[in-house]
């Protein structure tokens, strides 16, 4: 025999170990109320609800903290979320939040494809976030409420997409649909009585289907094109006619001064002639001079050279020229 071999152990020396029964009885005992012990209190967290049932039936609804109950399988505690805000997606997935979002490549068009109201066809894709308002309504009123609630999604989406056209869907009426959504929606929670309080809608993306994408893109291009020729034609509308109607009215209310004017005028003069004839019908003489005056005071200022003669002068010297005047002589 080798240094490393051993020889064969004798079975029949071999006494297995004996175990005391009283040892045995503590331990049995011991197990149930360890049992009882670990199932008799529980934690509700902050943001949570618990729920006790009794064999299965509801008994109270307890708030967050360190709460106790009958042992298990008596009473059994189910923790609802009541102020974490859920949400449920639809024509998408999201696998992965952390450092970037990752969406998964299953086929969801059954959830997001739709008829508009003028028979055409979109992608819709949104989000609904909730949270649970009442969470014995959520546990016992209706029979798997998230399928429910998820169906009831669809069922409201569908309706309000099919209600308008397709441009209203892709384009103006997404913050609309999504607001209408989420009315009905949560009209239709307090009808089913399922405990849910409907938060928001969220459209997360609406396209048409991808066959016919580009046809799409190439209509919306050129409706964009003539919105954009309409709203250049009302700016130059609005920057040419009100300058034209100024304009206008400008020239009218210079018209209308300038005949106001005239006829003021003419009114005036009258008048004039009509005191003057008075006058002159009272006094000839004085009236023929000083009209005389008057017209020679008006004449005389604008008359440069000027030679006045006595009317009964019979002959007449030629004058010589003053200084610094040229005089002009005549044959």
Known sequence: ?????????????????????????????????????????????????????????????????????????????????????????????????DTRTTYSDEDLSAESLMLTGDLNVAVVEWTAQFRVRDPYKFLFKVRNVRKTF??????????VIGDRSVNEVLTVGRQEIADEVEQKLQALCDQYENGIKVEQIVLQDVNPPDPVKPSFNEVNQAQQEREKMINQARADY???????????????????????????????????????????????EVTRRRMYLETMSAVYPNVKKKIILDENLKGLIPLLPLPGQAAEVKP
Do not use: C
Not at 26 to 53: D, N, Q, Y
Not at 150 to 159: A, C, I, K, L, P
């Open 238 to 284: 609005n920057q040419i006619i009100p300058r034209a109607k100024g304009q206008a009215m400008q020239a009218v209310e210079q018209a209308e001064g300038f005949a106001t004017d005239r006829v003021n005028r003419a009114r005036g003069d009258a008048d004039l002639f009509v005191q003057v004839h008075a006058a002159y019908q009272r006094a000839p």
């Open 1 to 97: 025999m080798s240094q490393f071999e051993f020889p064969p152990p004798n079975l029949r020396r071999f006494n297995p170990p004996t175990l005391d029964p009283r040892k045995l009885a503590r331990l049995l005992l011991a197990l149930p109320l360890v049992f009882i012990a670990f199932t008799t209190w529980f934690t509700v967290e902050p943001e949570e609800a618990g729920i006790v049932l009794r064999f299965g039936k509801f008994v109270r609804q307890v708030p967050s903290g360190l709460h106790l109950k009958l042992p298990s399988p008596i009473e059994r505690v189910v923790k609802v979320p009541i102020e974490r805000q859920l949400k449920e997606e639809f024509g998408f997935r999201t696998e992965q939040t």
């Open 150 to 159: 998820r169906d009831m999604n669809e069922t409201v989406m569908r309706e």
